[in-house]
T-cell receptor, first 114, second 113 residues
Framework: KAGVTQTPRYLIKTRGQQVTLSCSPISGHRSVSWYQQTPGQGLQFLFEYFSETQRNKGNFPGRFSGRQFSNSRSEMNVSTLELGDSALYLC?????????????FGPGTRLLVL | DQQVKQNSPSLSVQEGRISILNCDYTNSMFDYFLWYKKYPAEGPTFLISISSIKDKNEDGRFTVFLNKSAKHLSLHIVPSQPGDSAVYFCAASALQGAQKLVFGQGTRLTINP
């Protein structure tokens, strides 16, 4: 069974640009959550999508948005990039979004904003 | 406001000895706690969890202890092996996992041969 895949794995952008990251969950999983990992803050929850609907949202500005498609694949978009957005962005998938023991993470997309 | 804190950024332990990783939390609503392990270039993987109705949970070499009055949990690894070298994150949730996960900053564990 293929794991969670994220593309691209690495990305370099400049301030003011926008970026779209993609996450393909494990086959059959309907919940996708996104996290931002920075050295000082650890992992911070961005949002969760289930069956194409945003079910939960973290404390991030509106520049961070996401969506989920009918095949459960999810995209995350960050507009007007800031230097502080440089981070590892992780997505995680699970069957129903409940039970963190069965939530599987992808390898992440490392974003560098210059 | 860091609701889950791992105050030790790094820890070095000799192979075969016990590794103890610590985590403190401030939100008294948290009632479900997890530990994750993360290798470089990989996503975190679930290690062990504990509900607030228990004070200890064991899985092989890994034991998690929860002290609710002190709002403190710890992960014990006995005996430590070289493959345990990784970054360890603790995480907490309210409503027995129904609420979003809140993570600590992580502790880098290095096991020395």
């Amino acid at each position: 069974k293929a794991g969670v895949t994220q593309t691209p794995r690495y990305l370099i952008k400049t301030r003011g640009q926008q970026v779209t990251l993609s996450c393909s969950p494990i086959s059959g999983h309907r919940s996708v959550s996104w996290y931002q990992q920075t050295p000082g803050q650890g992992l911070q929850f961005l949002f969760e999508y289930f069956s194409e609907t945003q079910r939960n949202k973290g404390n991030f500005p509106g520049r961070f948005s996401g969506r989920q498609f009918s095949n459960s694949r999810s995209e995350m978009n960050v507009s007007t990039l800031e230097l502080g957005d440089s981070a590892l962005y992780l997505c995680a998938s699970s069957l129903e979004g409940r039970g963190y023991e069965t939530q599987y993470f992808g390898p992440g997309t490392r974003l560098l904003v210059l | 406001d860091q609701q889950v804190k791992q105050n030790s950024p790094s820890l070095s332990v000799q192979e075969g000895r016990i590794s103890i990783l610590n985590c403190d939390y401030t939100n008294s609503m948290f009632d479900y706690f997890l530990w994750y392990k993360k290798y470089p270039a990989e996503g975190p993987t679930f290690l062990i969890s504990i509900s607030s109705i228990k004070d200890k949970n064991e899985d092989g070499r890994f034991t998690v202890f929860l002290n609710k009055s002190a709002k403190h949990l710890s992960l014990h690894i006995v005996p430590s092996q070289p493959g345990d070298s990784a970054v360890y994150f603790c995480a907490a949730s309210a409503l027995q996992g129904a609420q979003k996960l809140v993570f600590g900053q992580g502790t880098r564990l290095t096991i020395n041969p």
